[in-house]
Structures are given as structure tokens and as C-alpha cells.
């Protein structure tokens, strides 16, 4: 087993304790085709208690794994070892909230895999319990009970009291241990994973980590009773995710760009993306690419959309100056926006969803994929951002109907960092802000509407909905119940709300009435989420308005919400005091949201 000077770190070992119910090895590079699917149901709530409840949903289809392995640096023994016999170690991994993103997914994750350094015989660690929770810190402090529920929800029981088996492996392959039940995560907050085994393993097995990274990415202690430890480097790690938000970000480009191209101009873009980025396989119902940040003012009108994604041999990485021909280069395609019109928030800063409205693509797993984006017309233009790449893997024209198209090679490559919707998960809402809602679970009678945008929501066409979450905001939830509860949903073109209700919901349809009861026992950041009584058939290309209306409560429940006078300008009218009101007051504030899909 090979050494290097930051062997005598043994006690960051003990970080390597992280010991789940293992499914079998694997090699230091992923299987694109994900064999960890288990048949839960899906997807799971982020509850205040260790016993999430599944909704009534199939098993998700879509599986991806994302990679958090920068720099690896061997560590010796502790977290799957003989020589502590006991162990409690903390890790702290980075989602888009942070200076820059590590997983890179959201959904729901099932299994994690650990990379070993050196050869090993098969052992076994007994008794192994794993903790996940969403987290805003950027480094552990050395008190473990600080660094969870700290107010972005509950710390959740995913594997409990397990033995982990642990194949033959060589140096530098993985193994994996699936979760008694899948863990959701967000995708923007950080994630904390917390593993304590009570007992000694069989074997002695050293795991790598990132030291490039500071000293505060993980806190271990061999007492399993200790509220403090010491902090050090965190490991190299897998998530496995069954349904949810692929961010593919290619191994080898660089620093992004902003540029005016298809979809965020009038023209056609194509870009190769590589099937060892994706590490994924299944159908994948939407695809985002991402605005550089610049985004216009007011929104922008989109007509014409329409998204070719191509299966192609792996051996295709690069393009060249012929559309049709990269197309034809490929094993086969598949339509999945066909000229759809749709629009734009105004100064939208998330990803750019573009809803599947025509077709699914079912991904094999080891294809490179190809992505073809035309757009016909718009009313103003943005930039989307696109990546360095050593090959010439994006062709542009402005013009939608040409042959032939620009191919950018000098002096790089150019190439999309997209995100799959992988089948299965959730549809999230996530704002970057702090703020909060006392509606609708406060103790006057109010009645709130927001919108949604198709571009935020990302739904494939003719979704059906379900169930609808509101997130709390910065105190756990008091137990209460609110009566004559009424959730409406309706489709809408327009893009800002005005202050008369009835002009902003066309065709709505009541999903819910009837009275409605807050659990005792969330955290804040948790969900408190609300099954439809009818559930809601919608289209994905249209902008989405919810309505609240509700009596008094005895207690206040605040919902997270985010505040930008750009992005969500006039797309919240509120009555503080009426369930009943006729109109109410404009302002720039909008809930963080999460629709649960019917199969």
C-alpha cells in the first residue's frame, strides 16, 4: 500500500469510519449505469424526526452519481479500522450556496461511495449508523452539535446501525453502501454527513481525501460520546442520487464565458457532452443551461424553441462545421422541445430551464449526448454561459435555419455545462434569499398569490402534480391548525401579478379545501408539506400562479422566502387580514416552493 508523507495523519483517518451498507466494489472511474436503485418509494420529505415517510409515488427512474474528488491525498486508518474502536466523524460538502460547487446534483441520494487507498482483503465494520443534513456553514466548528440543525432543517437517520461489508478492493476503487432510505438534498445548501461506528472493523483500510482544501472539512473524535472534536480534511466521496438535477460540469474545461448564442439569442447552438461527465442513465425529462449573470431587463419572449438531443459513440468529442452532419454522426435522436414559445423572468438568475414539452429522452448511460438548441424569435437577448474546452465542441449560427455554423477551436473549444433532469425527484424552487412570510400560516386570515416561472420550474410537458411544500423559515414549527385551507393553481402568459386577484388566475383549480394542521417537531428549514386533494394537470410551458387563502391560526409558521426587486418584481400580492379579499398589495418576494410529481 502506497505512502506519502501525510500518512502519519492518523488521526484524519478516523474520518474513514464512514461505513454504509456496501453493494460491491467498483473502479476509481463511475459506471455510467448506476446499479444502486432500490425500490423505495419516492421521493422522501426532509422531516424534523429520523423516520422520513415516503409519498405516494413510484420508484424515481433516473439515476446519476455525482463525484466531490479534487485533490487525493492518502489517509491512513480511522473511519473503516481496527485500531479505534470506536469513532464519530462529521463532513461538510459544498452545494451552489458556497464560493463553488462540489456535488453539483439535487435529489434524492440513495448510496455513497468511499475510495480506498491501497489493496485490502474483504472486512467488515458492525453496527454503523449515517446522519445527512442540509447545512449553511462553509467549515466545521469542533462542536458536533453545532454544525446540524442550524437552520436549514433536520438531521435525518439514512443508515441505522447497519454492518457494512466491504469487498476485496484495489488501490484507488471505490465501494458503495446504499442508505436505508434516500436522503433529499437540495442542491444549493452545503451537506452535512455524519457517520459513528460503536465497534473495531476487521480490517485496517485507508481511505483518500482533499488536503487542498482547509483544515475544517471534517470533525472526528474515537469517543462517541464527545460533543467536541478535531477538524481536518474531508474525503474523496460519491453520491448516488435516484431522481433529480444533474449539474454536468466537463472534467477538462476551464473558466466560463459569457457569449450571445442559442438559447439565449435568435440561432442554433450544438454542443457534445461527454457520458463520463454525466455518470447518469434513465429518462431525463428537462435540461437548464445556465445565463452568465447579465440577464436583461424586462423579461424576454421566446418563440420557436425547439431542443434536438442526440445519442452518440463515445468516441465523438468533438464537432464539426455542419449541423446535420453531427447529428447524422450520431446513433439516434430524439425531439424533446418542439417549438415551443415560452418566457424569461426578467433579470433571472438561476438556471435556465427549458421543459421537455414534446418528448422524454431516455439516456443509455454510455453515450456522449449531443445537444441541438434553435430559437426563432425573441424580444431581447441574453448571455448564457459556456465553459473553456481543449476540443472544439460548440458550433453557432444566428441564423435558425442554416447548414453551416461557426465552429469555436481557436483559441479553445467551447462547451455547455448543462443540467438533466433525471425522472424521479421533486420539482424545487430554491431562492438566494434570507427572508420571510408570515402567510399563510400566521394568526390573522390572509390570502396570498405568487408566480412561478416555466423557466424557474423546469416541469415537462403535461405534469401532474400532487403535493406542494413551503419551507419554514427561522424557527421550528409550532403545532397549529388553520381552517377553511385553500390551495389554487392556474396557468398564466404574463409574467408579473397585479394587485386584483381574480385578473391574475385563469381556469384555477382548487387542489386543496379544507382545514389544515402544521406538525409540532419541524426544524426550521424544513418542509411542511401539503397533499393535494385534486391533483393539478400542468402544462410546463406556461408560467405557474398558487394561491393561498386561509383563517386565522393561534400561531405563526413563517415560510422562507427570497427578496430581489429584479427577478421577483410584482410577483407577489398579499392581503394581511382577509382570506376573502378582492385585492391586495404588490411586492418583490417569493417562497421558496417544491411540487411532488405524480408518475
Not at 500518512?7 to 474520518?15: H, Y
Not at 405516494?56 to 427512474?61: F, H, I, K, L
Not at 443534513?133 to 466548528?141: C, M, P
Not at 454525466?278 to 418563440?303: C, E, F, H, K, W
Amino acid at each position: 500500500m502506497k505512502l506519502t508523507s501525510l500518512v502519519c495523519r492518523c488521526f484524519l483517518s478516523f474520518l474513514m469510519v464512514l461505513s454504509l451498507v456496501v453493494i460491491g466494489g467498483c473502479g476509481g472511474k463511475s459506471s455510467s449505469s448506476n446499479p444502486l436503485t432500490q425500490n423505495d418509494n419516492n421521493p422522501y420529505s426532509d422531516d424534523d424526526d429520523d423516520t422520513q415517510e415516503p409519498a405516494e409515488q413510484e420508484p424515481a427512474s433516473g439515476t446519476f452519481v455525482r463525484f466531490v474528488e479534487n485533490d487525493s491525498s492518502l489517509l491512513r486508518g480511522g473511519l473503516f479500522d481496527q485500531i479505534a474502536s470506536t469513532v464519530k466523524v462529521q463532513f461538510l460538502y459544498y452545494g451552489a450556496n458556497a464560493s463553488f460547487n462540489e456535488i453539483n446534483g439535487a435529489g434524492n441520494i440513495t448510496a455513497v461511495s468511499f475510495k480506498v487507498a491501497g489493496d485490502y482483503v474483504e472486512s467488515s465494520c458492525p453496527d454503523v449508523t449515517i446522519k445527512m443534513g442540509h447545512s449553511s456553514l462553509a467549515g466545521l466548528t469542533n462542536t458536533f452539535a453545532n454544525n446540524v440543525d442550524e437552520g436549514k432543517g433536520s438531521y435525518v437517520t439514512v443508515l441505522n446501525g447497519k454492518s457494512i461489508q466491504i469487498p476485496a478492493l484495489h488501490d484507488a476503487e471505490y465501494f458503495s453502501v446504499q442508505l436505508d432510505k434516500p436522503f433529499y438534498y437540495n442542491g444549493r445548501d452545503n451537506l452535512v454527513v455524519e457517520v459513528y461506528r460503536p465497534q473495531a472493523c476487521t480490517e485496517n483500510i485507508s481511505l483518500y481525501f482533499d488536503s487542498t482544501t482547509v483544515a475544517n472539512r471534517a470533525l472526528y473524535s474515537t469517543n462517541l460520546a464527545a460533543l467536541t472534536g478535531t477538524t481536518d480534511y474531508g474525503i474523496n466521496m460519491k453520491f448516488h442520487f435516484k431522481g433529480g438535477d444533474n449539474l454536468v460540469t466537463a472534467s477538462d474545461s476551464t473558466y466560463p464565458i459569457s457569449a450571445s448564442c442559442a438559447p439565449g439569442s435568435v440561432g442554433r447552438t450544438q454542443s457534445i457532452i461527454r457520458a463520463a461527465d454525466i455518470n447518469g442513465t434513465g429518462p431525463i425529462i428537462g435540461m437548464a443551461i445556465p445565463p452568465s449573470g447579465t440577464t436583461p431587463l424586462p423579461s424576454v419572449n421566446m418563440t420557436g424553441v425547439t431542443v434536438i438531443l442526440a445519442l452518440c459513440p463515445d468516441t465523438m468529442t468533438s464537432l464539426n462545421n455542419y449541423f446535420q452532419t453531427n447529428l447524422d454522426n450520431c446513433t439516434s435522436q430524439t425531439t424533446v422541445v418542439d417549438n415551443m414559445s415560452y418566457n424569461l423572468p426578467r433579470a433571472m438568475q438561476g438556471p435556465l430551464w427549458i421543459p421537455f414539452n414534446n418528448s422524454e429522452f431516455e439516456y443509455d448511460g454510455t453515450s456522449n449526448i449531443l445537444i441541438d438548441v434553435t430559437v426563432t424569435t425573441m424580444d431581447d437577448n441574453y448571455y448564457v454561459r459556456y465553459y473553456n474546452s481543449p476540443e472544439p465542441r460548440m458550433l453557432v449560427s444566428t441564423d435558425p435555419s442554416t447548414e453551416m455554423g461557426a465552429l469555436i477551436a481557436s483559441p479553445q473549444g467551447r462547451v455547455f455545462h448543462p443540467t438533466f433532469r433525471f425522472k424521479g425527484a421533486s420539482i424545487n424552487f430554491i431562492t438566494a434569499g434570507t427572508g420571510g412570510s408570515s402567510a399563510p400560516f400566521k394568526y390573522d386570515p390572509n390570502k396570498k398569490q405568487m408566480l412561478y416561472s416555466a423557466a424557474e420550474l423546469g416541469a415537462a410537458g403535461e405534469t401532474v402534480l400532487n403535493k406542494i411544500a413551503l419551507r419554514l423559515y427561522n424557527q421550528d414549527s409550532v403545532a397549529d391548525t388553520y381552517n377553511n385551507f385553500e390551495i389554487k393553481l392556474a396557468e398564466t402568459d404574463d409574467m408579473e401579478l397585479t394587485d386584483t386577484f381574480a385578473d391574475n388566475m385563469t381556469d384555477a383549480v382548487t387542489v386543496y379545501n379544507g382545514n389544515f394542521s402544521v406538525p409540532n417537531g419541524l426544524r426550521k428549514g424544513d418542509w411542511i408539506e401539503i397533499p393535494f386533494a385534486t391533483a393539478f394537470n400542468y402544462n410546463g410551458t406556461k408560467n405557474l400562479v398558487v394561491q393561498f387563502a386561509t383563517d386565522a391560526g393561534a400561531e405563526i409558521n413563517y415560510s422562507l422566502s427570497g427578496h430581489n426587486d429584479d427577478t421577483y418584481l410584482n410577483r407577489n400580492v398579499i392581503h394581511t387580514t382577509d382570506r376573502t379579499a378582492v385585492t391586495g398589495t404588490l411586492n418583490n418576494y417569493l417562497s421558496d416552493i417544491r411540487f411532488w410529481v405524480k408518475p
